[in-house]
């Protein structure tokens, strides 16, 4: 049972520690500022936390003492370019650790959509120019923010050569060689909010967010703006999940971490309405690889409910069993059964 | 020598104490302020270089007018304040 549970939010990042059964603020490190990523990082334990400052730009600061004392370390930029008319970073919006043989190396997604690599624990970043000069980044266009962003990133647990990106809004984009190359891997997915004939261009997709199987890699999940997608080909081939209920509409999606075929998420009413359906919150699993979907809701609000989690909001501990998910209303909810209560 | 004082809400985050600083104009005084320290820059310009968008500087009680290339004069006895805007919250 997993003790210890980490909130990124807008207010500063919140610590908390389970004492008597319940879990408690211990600390709150960057209060008032909002954090926009953050990253614990298996190999050596260190904590990431990225900032993004209203008034004085993207930050990032390292922990090497389970969150007690924090130093800055370098935030990925890009380069300047003449007369400043190139891109600056608007915001740190996932990171990665690298694989278990490539010790300080992390990976940064940020907005616009850009891909950074650190080999030496955030010190020092470089721009992965593979991704950035494709000449399909023209097509790729914001969701939910002016820019397009990568949000999330997998690291195939076999191979960290082995990646596999989504954008808000470009697709999904896979690498085999360490990201010196790239190919969109969004084949099956469709877009609703595109003219006809760019439904299925899988350039423009909108993936909220895409999570790996730990134990089997080749399975995926993606919540995506028209619905829930499932790749069982490492992405070479998406699926719709149709069963979901009781909307296909979110943002959040988590996968267990042994059990491939089981999965979270938190459906809200409909791109038009972002509010749980009938106002009340419930979580949607399956644990039949998306053929069937059970819905819980005891604990959560039943009525009156606003409540929409966002695409890092939802997350489940290593065991499978604890889940965890944060609204963007500021609600905070854990389980301890997978969900179920 | 201008003077530049910047904002508490930055103090939060990296100490910047107010100082005497040379410079004909408000870019020549800011870098000299912030000289090489490459952290304190980023608190202040974007990765281009440019002053960020929701900061604001002040010359004697004046918003700066040329905001891209801060090639607004000061003078030896100016002050220069460095503000957060309201823009950004």
């Known amino acids: ?341 | 020598m201008p003077e530049i004082v910047f904002t508490r809400a930055l103090e939060r985050h990296v100490p910047v104490p107010a100082r005497k600083v040379g410079g004909a104009t408000v870019r020549e005084a800011l870098l000299e302020a912030l000289g090489g320290d490459g952290r304190l820059r980023g608190y202040l310009f974007d990765d281009q270089g440019l002053l960020r968008r929701h900061v604001v500087v002040f010359v004697d009680g004046e918003a700066v007018h040329d905001r891209q290339g801060l090639g607004d004069p000061v003078a030896p006895g100016s002050r220069i304040f460095v503000m957060q805007a309201l823009t950004g919250g």
């Open chain 1, 1 to 341: 049972m997993a003790d210890q549970l980490q909130l990124a939010t807008r207010k500063g990042l919140f610590l908390l520690a389970r004492r008597g059964g319940r879990f408690r603020v211990e600390r709150v490190p960057f209060l008032g500022d909002p954090v926009t990523a953050l990253l614990e990082d298996r190999r050596d334990g260190a904590l990431y936390a990225a900032l993004n400052l209203g008034h004085f730009g993207v930050k990032l600061h390292r922990s090497d003492d389970g969150g007690r004392s924090f130093v800055e370390v370098r935030a990925p930029s890009f380069a300047a370019l003449e007369g400043g008319q190139g891109p600056s970073v608007a915001q740190i919006w996932t990171l990665a650790e690298g694989g278990v043989d490539e010790p300080g190396v992390l990976w940064a997604g940020t907005i616009p959509a850009a891909l950074f690599r650190s080999a030496d624990r955030g010190e020092s970043w470089s721009l992965v120019r593979s991704l950035w000069e494709r000449p399909e980044r023209r097509s790729w266009f914001g969701g939910g923010y002016p820019e397009p962003g990568v949000h999330s990133i997998c690291v195939d647990p076999r191979d960290p050569r082995t990646l596999l990106l989504a954008i808000s809004c470009g697709g999904v984009w896979f690498t085999s060689d360490a990201a010196a190359s790239f190919e969109c891997r969004s084949r099956g997915m469709y877009a609703e909010y595109m003219p006809p004939e760019r439904r299925e261009d899988p350039n423009i997709q909108d993936p909220h967010r895409l999570v790996q199987s730990p134990t089997h890699p080749d399975v995926l999940w993606v919540q995506h703006h028209n619905g829930v997608f499932r790749s069982t080909d490492l992405a070479q081939r998406w699926t719709e999940v149709d069963a979901i209920r009781p909307s296909k509409f979110g943002f959040a999606v988590a996968v267990h971490p042994r059990d491939p075929a089981t999965a979270w998420f938190v459906p809200a009413a409909r791109d038009e309405r972002r509010v749980p359906v009938d106002g009340c919150l419930r979580v949607a699993r399956t644990r039949d690889g998306g053929r069937s979907f059970e819905t819980f809701g005891q604990g959560l609000p039943e009525e009156h409910a606003y409540d929409l989690v966002y695409r890092h909001g939802l997350s489940v501990d290593p065991a499978g069993e604890e889940l965890a998910m944060g609204s963007t209303t500021g609600h905070l909810w854990a389980s301890s059964d997978g969900g179920e209560r």
